[in-house]
């Protein structure tokens, strides 16, 4: 069973299809067509990524074919404008490339993904060689784990060492995802805590804490009968 934290190694894709520098225009077009890819990482030398080639660099060549841009909107889109007439993979890509390492969290790619607004990303090793590929969809492999999984780790790495002694009173629940604690919690304080490394497990969905006040220990207090005066 694998435990969180998840990287990008246990998701990405290592065949990767990638292209030179030098590639031309109807090259890259019919490489992701062939491949059924939205996206080129772009190498130089034995391995090294320089840049990426996307759907989106491409498509200005198709946009501007009518008419030429006034000068305003060509000061606003001068990228755009100049990759309209670019050839080759090199006068095409976006450089320098965004990319992750094998070693970093699925939480730290889907960032990048977010902030920079792209759909895949280069997966290279300390030197910048290409070691994969990541995609959001490959970011989202973890909600499929199977709850038996979920509650098998949030038992191993989360209740018991956090609950101790006590542990065996939670009970873990997992439906779709959804983690469900239940029992007597005899430090409300640990409810916070409980949920946010929950939530951490990669694939949980949701976490919901149905915890009960313990039950107060019996006093047992003697019997007494009526008491004579000395």
């Known amino acids: 069973m694998e435990h969180s934290p998840y990287t990008v190694s246990d998701v990405m894709t290592q065949t990767v299809v990638a292209i ?35 759907e989106a660099d491409l498509l200005p060549k198709e946009e501007f074919r009518e008419s030429t841009p006034d000068r305003s909107e060509q000061l606003r889109r001068s990228d755009d404008v100049r990759k309209a007439g670019a050839l080759t993979a090199g006068e095409l890509m976006s450089a320098p490339a965004l990319t992750v390492h094998a070693g970093d969290t699925l939480a730290q790619a889907a960032r990048t993904m977010a902030y920079k607004s792209v ?22 492999k973890v909600f499929l784990r199977p709850d038996e999984d979920l509650a098998a780790e949030v038992r191993e790495e989360v209740v018991a060492p956090l609950f101790g002694a006590s542990a065996h009173e939670v009970a873990v629940r997992v439906s779709d995802g959804t983690v469900t604690l239940s029992g007597p919690l005899h430090d409300r304080s640990l409810m916070a805590a409980a949920t946010r490394s929950v939530r951490a497990v990669e694939g949980v ?16 207090r003697a019997a007494t009968g009526p008491h004579s005066a000395p």
């Open 119 to 140: 759909k895949r990303l280069p997966v290279v090793d300390r030197t910048g060689m290409l070691q994969g590929m990541v995609s959001r969809s490959d970011l989202l």
């Open 20 to 54: 030179g520098e030098h590639a031309r225009f109807k090259e890259i077009v019919e490489t992701m067509e062939q491949w059924k890819v939205s996206a080129l990482p772009v190498l130089a030398g034995e391995g090294r990524v320089i840049g990426v080639v996307s």
């Open 205 to 220: 969905v949701d976490v919901t804490c149905e915890v009960t006040e313990p039950v107060p220990a019996r006093t047992e």
